[in-house]
Each structure stands twice: as C-alpha cells, then as structure tokens.
C-alpha cells in the first residue's frame, strides 16, 4: 500500500509541475496498476473474472457483443455481484448496421397498492430500503432476453450455460461470502433467503466459507425451466426469436410468475401475478448532448443518466485544461457543476410514461448551461445551489415555481442537508452493483449497468430469485420531487447509468461503473480524463478521482451534506488546505477511481483497448 501512494504522490506532483502546458501520460514509463487489454475481434469486461470469463465463452462459440453481454449478465447475477435475477437492467447498443444508439430499458415498476399513503400509514418517509416491500417488479430476465432476441444471435440455451453451470455450483468469493455473513441477521428473517445463504446454521460462521462451492438448486431449476421452453417452441417450429420471448412469457406469464409473486406476498410483499403480466421492456431513444464535438449518450430521465449530459454541458463553458488536472480549481470547477446539474436531477427527474411531463429539453438545452454555469463561483463553494427553471428554455412556464422556492429544508442545518459521514452513509451512498462492457469486430458494442436484488436479498418462494430494493429510489413528497412520487406501474428514477460516445460518427468509448449517486460524478471524470487530459483508457480508468456529498442520496434516508468532498488519500496537503479554505468539509479515501469498466475503440489501429479499474474485482479479456 506504501508503493501505492508513492505513486498516487507521484501522478500528483507530476500533474501540478505540468499545469497548463499540456498532459503527455503515456511517455510515462509507468502508469498504472493493472495493464490496459488490447483486441481485434473482441472485448468482454464486467464485475467479477468468472463472469468476464462467461463471455469469452460465448465469443468464442460465435456469438456477437450482445450475446456476450447476456451471458455475462447471467453470470453476474447468479454470483449475486451486487445484484441477482429479480433486479433491473438498464443498457445501451450501438448497431452497426443502423449506425444508431438503442437503449433499453428493462427496470421494474412499482407493484399495485405501493402509493404514497401504504407507505405513510406504516410511519415510513420513504419505501423500505430492504425486504419485500422494497421490491418493483424484475426487470433483468426480460431485459436479457429482450436483447439476445432483437440483437444477438445466439440460444437463450448457450446463453445461460455458464450461468447454469455456476448455480449448479462455483466457489464463491470473498466479497460475496462475507456480504452474506455481514447481511445474515436480515438473511434470517426470510425462509428463502435463509436456505439459500446460510448453509452452516448455528455455526459460529453461518455463511459459506469464500472458495466454497455455493449450490443454488432452486434458480437452477428456474432457468432450467427457461431454457426448456425455449427448446419446446423450437420443437414446435418457432424462430430463434419467438422461442426466446417464450421463455420470456414463462417467466412473466406462466408458472416462474404464479410462483415469484406468491412468495413475494407470502412474505409481505405487494407484487402479483398481473401486476408481473403487465410489465414489459422498453427499447427507448437514449438521451445525447455533444462535448468538444463528440456524442455522449445517456438513457432518459428514469435514471440520473442525463445529469452527467448536463454538467457536461456546463463545463463546456470553461477551459478544463489550462486549470490542470486535479487543480484546485479544477476540483471546485467540476464540483460546482455537478452540484448544479444533480439539484436539477433530483426535482426534476423521473418515470417519462407518468405525467408531468418532465423539461428535459429545457435541461439539456446548452443555453440553460450557460445560464447555469453564470452561478458557479469560483471562491468558495456554495451549499444553498439549487435546481433551476429549465422551462423558459422549451417556450413554457414552470407549473412547480412554488415547490422550487421552498425546495430542500428550510435550513441548510437541517439532518437531511447534514448528514453525518459515517459508514452507514457512505454504504448507502456509493451502494455498488456491477457494469458490463462489451465489443465485438462486427461493430456492435453493449454497456449495461444492471443491479438490484443485492445481499442481504429477499428471495421470492422457491424461484431461487432476489428481488429489488429499487423501491427505496421513490419520494412520497412530492415537494421533494413531483415527478418521483410513487404509484403503480411506475418506474422509480434509479442511478444507474451506462454510456456511450461517438466521434467522427463512430463508436470512442463505451464506459460505466457501479456505486450508487457516485456512477456519473466519476464517468464524467473519467469521459474528461481521455478528452481534455489524453489519458489512454487504463489511466482514465485508475486516476484518482473526487466526489460530492451535496447531492441527496438516491438510497435509504436520502441525505445529502452540504461541501461534502471526498479526495484521493494522495492529494497534497496545498491542494487540502486550498478547499477547507473555501468551505469544504473533506474526507479521504485510498482509492477513488472506480469501479470503472471501458472500452476504447482506436480506429487509427483497428483494435480495442479495454480499462478496468484497480478499485475492485472488475476484470476483461479481449481476443
């Protein structure tokens, strides 16, 4: 760890002696901790070495970048990398053949009965962070299948093979075992969970033992069910395509269904068998805004996807070079703007299929940036910055003008803007998941940052499945935010955003990461890393990084705190003093990079580089 800071100490000091005459990162005889991947055919990186492994697999049985990303969705969820098979799916896929970006939306709803009032009457201020009321409907089987349907090329059958393999039995690792262990006083208080998790009962460690060979009977049996059919519609004649979304009717229709929504509700949930029949995956128009002439994609406003759009925006306004990188200047500059496009995400975003009708024109406008950015003051940091009115900016007036003045506390001294810095902020915080990033020679590329159902998970019944905690994302007030409240059939605005970028009308990068309110302040971190700094992808990948608190939560008491900064444990001590001077209460961590996953597509050669950061278990391999 001592080599580790000297290093950090030494991409610092360097960055500050080459302030404002220009980054040359890759003359460096050493820049990183883990080396870059390099391809020609393929790429496949995600959360976890068995599961980036699962899509070699499949790339090496013919299979495309889409088939590839499933198969490692599969895998992830069945190693429950912070996420299993009840939770949501969210992606975005470049198609060569159209030359288009598609997202797809694959997150669950809120069951029927979860209004504002079931929650108050039970003396809650916001839906329950874990159990089954904290459930929407699964979103990643459809999510999965959906995609292998309409893109890949594959059977939903080789597809799920590895996934199989490891409910059948894997040695689980470290981090998951002990997130069992950590987790099984609430693993406890549900029977299905409890046979699932907890296979030492009464011993002194009731988890398994990291390496142990974890058996998931139960989800075998369910995607056994699956895949049989599929292989009964191809019996029957059905297309590749039709055989799969048969699968799909099962799960959402048939007998996996009458079985989900049964233990759901045995154990308190509200999911039921129509409320399941009713959902359906949406292939979606994604959200794009232009950086110094490259296309950044986002998915809509049911996630925070469009805030990193926004500061984008804003920070177009400024010359980020010539402030060096991790200036102080440049650290206040990027945390301002933040601020203020995450004041607007947390009014203003929300299920687009729910009225009102949120102003994402008027958001993403670049005139609306350049009005905002005019707030930005550059001596000290402002704690009472707030959402602003983007409706003059599509010709309408604000129906909220009232909310909006009166928005947060009345006191920037109240708990819920000064939350204290403790661990059980920060987990709910930076709460992790996984991403998935995948990249084929025929040209489709696929980035997907799925979650939900993460231990300590409520099984539903005997389908050997988790279900979500997304519930927790909503509001009941709708002060706090009109277009998040929740009601039936709609999606809470959930932080997960993967994303794409183009230039000179190609695929450049393909990026995410996992960790709650943290993904998009570090992708944009990481996005300006390559464009402004030229960073190969590993660098971008590992370089310290910072972070806000003056955000609320996405997660659990929805906190926020007012200057809240985190910096990278090497930060000089200058750099340190500078910001506690202009009202920024710091803390530290030893890594700040990640987890980020990414591909960069270097057309000057033809191949793929692959990133991943040293900030976890997230691994790739190319070919």
Known sequence: MKQFRLLLTGFVLFFSLVEGRGQAFNNLPVTTQKPPLHGKHWMAITGKPLAATAGAMTFTKGGNAIDAACAMLAATCTMWDVLSWGGETQALIYNPKTKKVIAINAHGVAPTGATPEFFTNKGMKYPPEYGPLAAVTPGTPGGLMTMLAEYGTMSLKDVLAPAMQM?????????????????????????????????????????????????????LATLTKLVNAEQQALAKGKSRKDAIYAANDLFYKGEIAKEFSRGCREQGGLITEEDLANWKVKIEEPMMTTYRGIEVYKLQQWTQGPAMLQALNILENFDLKSMGYNSTRYIHTLYQAMNLAFADRDFYYGDPAFAPEEPMKGLLSKEYAKERSKLIKFDMNDPKIGPGDPYPFEGKANPYLDMLKNWGSASLNAPKNNATLDEKFQESFTAGTTSIEAADEEGWVVSVTPSG??????????????MSQRMQAFVLD????????????????????PSLALKNGKPYLAFAKQAGDEQDQL???FFLNMVEFDMTVQESCEAPSFKTQQMYSSFGKHERINGGLTLNEAMPAWTRKE?????????????TSGPINAIYFD?????????????GEDYGIGW
Request: glycine content about 12%; hydrophobic content about 35%.
């Open 167 to 219: 409910a059948a039995g894997y040695p689980i690792e470290a981090q998951t075992a002990n997130s069992i262990e950590k987790g099984k006083d609430l693993i406890k208080q549900w029977p299905y969970s409890k046979k699932v998790f907890l296979p030492h009962l009464g011993a002194s460690r009731e988890a398994p033992d990291a390496g142990e060979i974890f058996v998931q009977k139960d989800l």
């Open 453 to 466: 159902g993460w231990v300590p998970a409520c099984i539903a019944g005997n389908t050997g499945i988790g």
């Open 478 to 497: 709708p002060k706090e935010n009109p277009y998040n409240v929740v009601a039936p059939g709609k999606r809470p605005r959930v932080t997960l955003t």
């Open 523 to 525: 992708l944009l971190q």
């Open 579 to 591: 910001l506690g001077r202009m009202g920024y209460k710091i803390n530290y961590q030893e890594r």
């Open 603 to 615: 057309w000057t050669h033809n191949s793929f580089w692959g990133g991943s950061s040293n900030h």
